[in-house]
Nanobody
Framework: VQLQASGGGLVQAGDSLRLSCAAS????????MGWFRQAPGSERVFVAG????????YYADSVKGRFTISRDNAKNTVYSQMNSLKSEDTAVYYC????????????????????WGSGTLVTVSS
């Protein structure tokens, strides 16, 4: 599976952005998907995850209530709707795909993901 993230940009605090991650291949619907981010000088951290059918979603506490992850399996695409952006949301955002899993906590572990996109930069000015 090849992943291509897009939708990043420069916005002001309080604005919204929607990131997209397009996947190649016909097995997209069999993969759990996740969004991670890496701020300058920091490690990559979990942002959000979604199950294969989209029925279960998981969020980092830092984005809960502001970000929404969704997927369209017919379009082989996963999204991250990001509202009320803050300066601390500034980072390179990566989408990732991995085997379906039952444990919610496993969505937060980057080692559980097999395929990674190239990243898209989100910069939030205060």
């Amino acid at each position: 599976v090849q992943l291509q993230a897009s939708g990043g940009g420069l916005v002001q605090a309080g604005d919204s952005l929607r990131l997209s991650c397009a996947a190649s291949g016909r097995t997209f619907s069999s993969y759990a998907m996740g969004w991670f981010r890496q701020a300058p000088g920091s490690e990559r951290v979990f942002v959000a995850g979604i199950s294969t059918g989209g029925g279960s979603t998981y969020y980092a506490d830092s984005v809960k209530g502001r970000f929404t992850i969704s997927r369209d399996n017919a379009k082989n695409t996963v999204y991250s709707q990001m509202n009320s952006l803050k300066s601390e949301d500034t980072a390179v955002y990566y989408c990732a795909a991995g085997p379906r899993r039952a444990s919610p906590s496993s969505y937060t572990e980057d080692k559980m993901y097999t395929f990674w996109g190239s990243g898209t930069l989100v910069t939030v000015s205060s």
